[in-house]
């Protein structure tokens, strides 16, 4: 059985920073994509950051330089290092896991080529 468990949210200032992880069971985080996205209220589910079982990265637009993602091998757990927070990173983060391989970054954008994902864990910034 897969479980992805999400940890690390919360409520932080403008500016701030926070980590969250994403411990997996069932697979070996190094041999799959694993993306985190994120859903604020009322809006769409929206890709944030990729890691790739070749060590590739891919962001969104919206938090390069700010966000990076990054994976403990030994620990299989995926981390999302979120620096310079602003309020529209408010939003349930969740990570997930795709375990076909694709060459292209972009393929996994959408959360429809992840097969497995997290709970979600809150993250507010206020201002």
């Known amino acids: 059985q897969v479980q992805l468990v999400e940890s690390g949210g919360g409520l932080v200032q403008t500016g701030g920073s926070l980590r969250l992880s994403c411990a997996v069971s069932g697979r070996t985080i190094s041999d799959d994509a694993m993306g985190w996205f994120r859903q604020a209220p009322g809006k769409e589910r929206e890709f944030v950051a990729l890691l790739t079982w070749s060590d590739n990265t891919y962001y969104a637009d919206s938090v390069k330089g700010r966000f990076t993602i990054s994976r403990n091998s030994a620990k299989n757990t995926v981390y999302l290092q979120m620096n310079s927070l602003k309020p529209e990173d408010t939003a349930v983060y969740y990570c997930?896991?795709?375990?076909?391989?694709?060459?292209?970054?972009?393929?996994?954008?959408?959360?429809?080529?992840?097969?497995?994902w997290g709970q979600g864990t809150q993250v507010t910034v206020f201002s």
């Open positions: 997930a896991s795709a375990v076909i391989r694709r060459y292209s970054l972009t393929y996994y954008t959408t959360g429809d080529s992840y097969g497995y």
